[in-house]
């Protein structure tokens, strides 16, 4: 479920290096886009953004743009060194390829064929299935050291109390200079003032909900 | 004084719960309707007994399977695999006997409520059992099972077609069930004013869910932040409902009047005091007058406090409801019958008092946060209401 290949956009819009600068522009704005992959008999040879084509062209209102829109062809402006995902990724794999490289976009190859394309606006598509936003649910913070069986033990808490578990996610070294985790879970109650009296009673910082106005973690 | 008001309520309707240390307890209803009667608000008034919802009535929200199986449930006629599918017999929504019944009273409150007003033998009606406003089409949902509100709304543009209904909830939850039973319909305006989902049940009620396809528009959220008191929640709702609902119209305004915004509450982390529940439905009461010849159906919803807070909230609500003014003092024998069962002292006011609760540290902070969801309420969703 949390694979490249669920969250793509399958139906791919493309562009060949002969393509002018105003066809590729016309068809990012109807299309409301912002890559294009470029192929050439068949194979991906570049990738072009509206950003590269605005930047190689007269600002509006130059006299001169509407001609060098129509001269400018998308081979001369593409990027031709393109980082791509492999369908069976995972989806914090391809994110963060697109974080660490700053691109808005991967597209999706398998094989020689282009198959499909990841955006940042799919990823946080993906984001919001994985923290099961979309399900009715209360939000705990919750820190714990970062030893085997913590995360079982507060889950095993949470088992007690007989309340699901919508979703859970972790990020290792957030809490008390690096030397305990925060896991986010999602609970499928609106009471979750059980879960979280024994997680405290059993020694588990609740960093959210704070029980008073100025208690810990209170990010608002 | 003008036009008839109604309490509409039955001793049936206090079956409605889920039993044992569940903090939804029937008993906030009994000492509600009893701290109006020791106010001497229900003189000259009494109760109208409801008739449960049909089938036909459930399903214009529910599908079948689903109140078969609650039907089963309270029973003991299902296997709890089969209910938790349904999120039945979960923590929150416990199986208790009969429940079906106790559910389907309910909703007959609030349909019973809504076909006075609108049939003219009431000005403005209450049910404070109603309000179940986390029922999913087929799923129960935070203590609610059936969704009240959703299947009076349902039935009235039935009976009435053509008719524009706002709904109205200012419960601490966001009143999610409802928002998404009519969420692309724009005959219905469905506004929440809540603590924000970031951390609160059910996470949802963000200002940008505005409606789909020809409801965007109709459903308006205004997310709170935690600990917002009195001054800015009442600035909120001034800010934004009344804009609202006169550029929308509506020939009914449905209000569901949860209480757990409360700084008692236990379940949430609104700070707000009983100054907010006067003034909400004073203010409602005054837009009914103004917008639609007074045609006002009220509702009750959360509230876990249930000493110190639901009773003196429903019984202001009331008072409003009925035209009559809320007594200061509470009833002495209100008080020593409720005081002997209470596990916490109970106030001799119906007011809360101002100064037992002072700004918190943060509250410059929460206001300033306030005002941004206000701004961004009216720049995003506000014009898309012609
Ligand atoms: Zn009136
Ligand atoms: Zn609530």
Known sequence: MLLVRDSMVREVLTVSPETTAAEALTLCREKRIRHLPVLEGGRMVGLISDRDLRASTPALGDANRAAALDKIRVGDEMAREISTADPDDPIEQAAMAMHERKIGCLPVVEGEDLVGILTTSDVMAALVRLVGAHEPGSRLEIAFPDRPGSLADVAGIVRDQGVNIVSVLSAPGEYDGGSGSVAVIRLATINPTGVVRSLEGAGFPVLWPPSTPGGPGQGL | MSGRSVFVHDPGLEAYGFGGEHPFN??????????????????????????????????????????????????????????????????????????????????????????????????????????????????????????????????????????????????????????????????????????????????????????????????????????????????????????????????????????????????????????????????????????????????????YDIWRVVPRAWAALWATVSHQELPETMPGAWLAKWGRQSPVALPDLTRDIAANYPPIGRAAQVEERNRKTIAEFKRKVLPLLA
Not at chain 2, 107 to 115: L, S, Y
Not at chain 2, 162 to 167: D, E, F, K, L, P
Not at chain 2, 281 to 293: D, K, S, T, V, Y
């Open chain 2, 26 to 303: 029937p008993l906030r209803v009994r000492m509600a309707i009893e701290l109006c009667e020791g106010l001497g608000l229900m003189e000259g008034y009494s109760f109208l007994a409801p008739k449960p919802a049909t089938d036909d009535d459930l399903m214009t929200v529910h599908s079948l399977s689903y109140i078969r199986s609650v039907q089963k449930a309270g029973h003991d006629e299902a296997p709890l695999s089969e209910l938790l599918q349904y999120c039945i017999g979960t923590q929150d929504n416990p199986v208790f006997s009969k429940m079906h019944e106790a559910c389907a009273l309910v909703v007959g409150g609030t349909i019973e409520a809504c076909r006075l007003v609108m049939g003219g033998e009431a000005e403005h009606a209450l049910c404070v059992s109603g309000g179940l406003h986390h029922a999913l089409r087929s799923k129960a949902s935070g203590f609610c099972v059936y969704n009240d509100a959703g299947a009076a709304i349902a039935r009235l543009k039935e009976e009435h077609p053509g008719i524009r209904i706002a709904y109205v909830d200012t419960d601490a939850h966001h009143g999610d069930g409802v928002q998404w039973m009519f969420y692309d319909d724009p005959d219905v305006l469905t506004f929440s004013m809540h603590e924000s989902g970031r951390y609160l049940f059910p996470g949802t009620g963000g200002v940008e869910e505005k409606g789909r396809n020809g409801g965007v528009g109709y459903s308006l959220n205004v997310p709170l932040q935690p600990f917002t008191q009195d001054a800015s929640f009442i600035e909120c709702f001034e800010e934004t409902l009344p804009e609202a609902l006169r550029r929308f119209g509506p020939d009914l305004i449905l209000s569901q009047n949860g209480c757990d915004a409360h700084a008692l509450d236990p379940l949430t982390h609104l700070s707000t005091t009983t100054r907010v529940y006067e003034h909400v439905p004073r203010r409602i009461h005054e837009l009914a007058h103004e917008l639609c010849g007074g045609r006002w159906v009220a509702v009750g919803g959360g509230g």
